[in-house]
């Protein structure tokens, strides 16, 4: 599919990793094609028991003595896909391919996985060249990065030699990331009760939201689809006609939901009612949301799918009135989107929030939000009002995948690295910034202080979402900026 796009070899590796299924919790099948990999060529690893992968690679002749450099990305994707697509993404690779004026990489109907898999790509693309001049090379493939940077987490440092740590996880050429945001996930559970009711199913839906990554497309006024779905059934004000089965959406925490539903009963009267409601609050929402998503549309459909809530058919077991409430209060009054902005640098995100999942589990609803900051006192403070909440309308509140941010360091010789090689290859001087999204370095770091890191990587639009798309050009062009920075490191 590739063959004729250069570097020849990144994406070569590249298409492979495409092959395999590596949604975040499914990594097996790539760690063991990592480890195959190494053996092949008869290369130093370690498999770490969290799955993480570690490949070394000798330092080519004159560069025996530079300290090691550590290539570093993340081995699990976004695995997102299109409503109407068939593939089971947790048993088959992508249908990848070239964009018609060929500038762009892309996945029919799911997303792309270019995060993080082009940084595995030219992970192994260096380790498998014969003609690169570099120091001691070591490839550090994480799991997990994207559902709460597991592998960063446990990723052992005395399995690790190198302190100057290049990870490739960025994906706006031209730009340094030198620091990044910290997060958590807060989980918040509210117990359901059910009552038996007969009647008709009928589906409410959101969807052609569009979405994105929360941590770099917080700040772009995307509808949150989960939100929505909250607002028309508000706006609807049906009381205690709306009798759900269930309410169900979005698919990562860090990813802003494009779509969301929720499944009811109602008898025939009912019917009547809720879509007389349904259109009033659809034209006033779509007058409001329309011009800020295009593609927005609400759905309201007979459905015959009454899961693991239907007793027989016209028999349902419905959230009764109390329940639906605590979850909807929770939903209408959750903070979403940027909280506070930084005071320096200017125009960056300080505090955000993502409601990325709600699921209807048996007795349960469950939402996941992810929460970022610049600040880890803001970081808490912001998870804490989100804690209150829960409890407020009768939820329980967890926390985990907590991980700490990358602090801008004053002093950086692989950043200044960097910037040397970059303007002697384009004549301009880059960007240095630090993000809102999470990246891996803050945990790295705080696992080795003395680590001297970098982020950076190729132009890849529409993360996390089935719009995702990889620049060619740029991908070739970051392959040289690394093969010229690691001879440099190398000396």
């Known amino acids: 599919m590739f063959e004729g796009l250069k570097p020849g070899a990144v994406w070569k590796f590249f298409e492979e990793i495409c092959s395999i299924p590596h949604g975040s919790g499914n990594i097996s099948t790539i760690s063991e094609y990592l480890q195959k990999f190494a053996k092949d060529r008869g290369l130093a690893y370690i498999a770490e028991p969290c799955g993480n992968v570690i490949i070394r690679k000798d330092a080519t002749p004159g560069c025996e003595h530079a300290p090691a450099v550590v290539l570093q990305g993340h081995m699990d994707m976004v695995a997102v896909k299109d409503e109407d697509c068939a593939k089971d993404m947790t048993t ?182 809720i879509c007389r409601a349904f259109d009033r609050a659809e034209n006033k929402l779509l007058a409001t949301y329309r011009r800020q998503e295009p593609d927005l549309s609400f759905v309201l459909e007979d459905t015959a799918d009454g899961g693991e809530f239907m007793i027989q058919e016209g028999s349902y077991r419905v959230m009764n009135h109390a329940s639906v409430e605590n ?108 993000i809102h999204a999470g990246l891996e370095c803050g945990l790295i770091i705080e696992h080795m202080p003395e680590t001297d890191a970098i982020s950076f990587g190729p132009n890849i639009t529409d993360i996390h979402t089935t719009a995702e798309r990889m620049e060619i050009a740029s991908v070739e062009r970051t392959w040289k900026l690394l093969v010229k920075l690691l001879e440099r490191l190398g000396k």
Not at 228 to 253: F, H, R, T, V
């Open 92 to 273: 088959e690779g992508l249908d990848v391919a070239v964009s018609e004026d060929g500038t762009y990489v892309y996945a029919k109907g799911t997303s792309l996985g270019g995060d993080d898999g082009i940084a595995i790509a030219y992970g192994l693309a260096v380790l498998d060249a014969k003609d690169l001049v570099h120091p001691a090379i070591e490839l550090v493939a994480t799991i997990d990065e994207e559902t709460g940077m597991d592998g960063a987490h446990e990723l052992l440092a005395e399995d690790v030699v190198g302190r100057r740590w290049i990870n490739i996880d960025s994906e706006d050429e031209g730009i340094l990331l030198a620091g990044c945001a910290g997060g958590l996930t807060q989980h918040s559970v509210f117990p359901i009760v059910r009552d038996t009711v007969s009647g008709e199913l009928l589906r409410i839906a959101v969807t052609g939201c569009r979405g994105g990554h929360s941590g770099t497309e917080i700040d772009k006024n995307h509808a949150n689809a989960i939100l929505l779905l909250a607002s028309l059934i508000n706006e609807m004000d049906c009381g205690k006609m709306l009798q759900p089965l269930w309410i169900s959406g979005g698919e990562k925490d860090n990813a802003i939901p494009t779509s969301a539903e929720m499944v009811i009963c109602v008898n025939e009267y009912e019917r009547i009612e």
């Open 327 to 434: 979850v909807l209060h929770f939903l209408l009054l959750v903070p979403f989107g940027v909280s506070a902005m930084c005071t320096e640098p200017k125009g960056l995100v300080e505090t955000s929030n993502n409601v990325g999942i709600v699921r209807t589990v048996g007795e349960r609803v469950v939402v996941d939000s992810s929460v970022r900051s610049m600040i880890d006192l803001r970081k808490q403070q912001l998870g804490d009002k989100i804690a209150l909440l829960t409890t407020l309308c009768g939820g329980i509140a967890e926390r985990h995948s907590e991980y700490p941010g990358w602090e801008y360091r004053p002093e950086s010789p692989l950043r200044d690295a960097w910037i040397e090689v970059y303007r002697e290859l384009y004549g301009v001087e880059p960007l240095v910034q630090t």
